[in-house]
């Protein structure tokens, strides 16, 4: 399957409020599209240090007091979408929200990327883009 024109957008982050981290809202130049959206949050590896995540990041090599970044939300082409049908899907925004969110990860020297999710068609993606799938729900990509 050959990939569609990436369509015109923009990627607007502001800090959270309530913790460490961005907001991300993905904006298109079609206004009959609607938004997507991402968060990032950025915590210590000690955060998650009773977690099974944690004690992965920790065999990995990683300090009690190396950054996380962990994607708790990730929907750059909108949500409620008919994923089976691929709707707004392979057309290389969820690789420029993702290259992005990268990037502010490795600006707030962060060692790993890491989000929980619960759908096949997010795991397959992560793998896509050299993220390690652990067990139905955790992927991570060292930094």
């Not at 990995?60 to 190396?66: A, S, T």
């Not at 397959?124 to 992927?139: D, S």
């Amino acid at each position: 399957m050959s990939l569609l024109a990436i369509p015109e957008l923009e990627i607007i982050r502001t800090p959270l409020s309530w913790e460490n981290g961005y907001d991300y809202v993905i904006r298109f130049a079609d206004p009959a599209r609607p938004a997507g959206d991402a968060q990032v949050v950025f915590k210590p590896v000690e955060a998650y240090q009773f977690t099974k995540h944690g004690k992965r990041f920790l065999e990995e090599g990683l300090k009690p007091e190396d950054i996380v970044a962990n994607f708790v939300e990730f929907y750059p082409n909108g949500r409620g979408l008919d994923e089976d049908k691929g709707e707004h899907m392979r057309a290389g925004v969820g690789t420029k929200v993702l290259e992005r969110i990268v990037q502010d990860a490795r600006e707030r020297n962060a060692k790993v990327l890491f989000g929980l999710t619960a759908k096949t068609s997010m795991r397959t993606y992560a793998q896509k883009h050299g993220f390690t799938c652990v067990g139905n729900y955790h992927v991570y990509t060292l930094l």
